[in-house]
């Protein structure tokens, strides 16, 4: 990742990454949730080109978590913030969360021979329920978005970075 390769991160840039950091795990979220919802009710093997969507996005998101993780360890113990400090010291319990949900989400979709409503169903729950691990951050980008056009250039420049980042997976 090319933003860790920064000797040190401002406030404005790590609060840059974490807004891409949630609407990329949203949009990965979100997408997995869609194309599950096409395999509803179908056997495994019947939808092929939903199921590599599906898979794209469910992988997808544990990428997402996996940079935002590797992020943290390089900047957070060395980055001091004026607001949301939760974002940093939280961060490991909640990646660990945010893992186990979609471990168990996978292991069950992977071990089902169908796509029944019930398991799109919990998955579904499971993949808003790991949304909601993350409000800190949310919290965050929400906040500094009320800024819009008037966000600070570091800002910005260090969100597209952690964008273009994911993008190279």
């Given at each position: ?125 499971a993949f808003q329920s790991l949304n909601t691990t993350f409000a800190e951050e949310r919290a ?30």
């Open positions: 990742m090319r933003i860790t390769r920064f000797p040190s991160l401002k406030e404005t840039q790590f609060f840059g990454c974490t807004a891409a950091f949630v609407d990329s795990l949203s949009g990965e979220l979100n997408a997995a949730s869609m194309a599950l919802r096409r395999l509803e009710g179908q056997s495994k093997g019947s939808a092929f080109a939903y199921e590599m969507t599906f898979d794209t996005h469910r992988y997808g998101a544990l990428i997402v978590i996996d940079r935002w993780s590797t992020l943290i360890s390089a900047f957070g113990p060395h980055l001091e913030l004026s607001r949301h400090r939760a974002i940093i010291s939280g961060a490991p319990e909640r990646i660990r969360t945010a893992e186990t949900i979609l471990g168990v989400a996978n292991r069950l979709i992977d071990a089902a021979d169908a796509y029944s409503r019930e398991i799109v169903e919990a998955c579904a729950m965050e980008a929400e906040q500094s978005a009320k800024l819009g056009p008037m966000l600070p250039e570091d800002y910005t420049s260090a969100r597209r970075i952690f964008l273009e980042d994911l993008a190279a997976r």
